[in-house]
């Protein structure tokens, strides 16, 4: 199995940046994908950005593309967040999952982190 502990959530103002991290332990496999979501206040769970472990290849909403970057650290089993340019409607609990293949959809994630809050002032 895999566990996922998230870190770097927490406020910042309108335009600033904020790098989320999220770090797996157990066994992790080339084709292995580590992806973002965020809910906030009364919405569905969205897909923010995925990466394939092994590859690199990356996917992002269009909400976030050219602002969010997701990326990994294989020495430290830890995917990243980047997100610059930061808007009030990127408010919202942000959790990293694992799934067994790159893809979007949120049922094919099996592990899950906690989540952390990212709050954006305007």
């Known amino acids: 199995q895999v566990q996922l502990v998230e870190s770097g959530g927490g406020l910042v103002q309108a335009g600033g940046s904020l790098r989320l991290s999220c770090a797996a332990s157990g066994r992790t496999f080339s084709n292995y994908a580590m992806g973002w979501f965020r809910q906030a206040p009364g919405k569905e769970r969205e897909f923010v950005a995925v990466?394939?472990?092994?590859?690199?290849?990356?996917d992002y909403a269009h909400s976030v593309k050219g602002r969010f970057t997701i990326s990994r650290d294989s020495a430290k089993n830890t995917v990243y967040l980047q997100m610059n340019s930061l808007k009030p409607e990127d408010t919202a609990v942000y959790y990293c999952?694992?799934?067994?293949?790159?893809?979007?959809?949120?049922?094919?994630?099996?592990?899950w982190g906690q989540g952390t809050q990212v709050t954006v002032s305007s």
């Open positions: 990466i394939s472990w092994g590859s690199g290849s990356t």
């Open positions: 999952a694992a799934a067994m293949r790159h893809t979007i959809v949120i049922r094919l994630y099996d592990y």
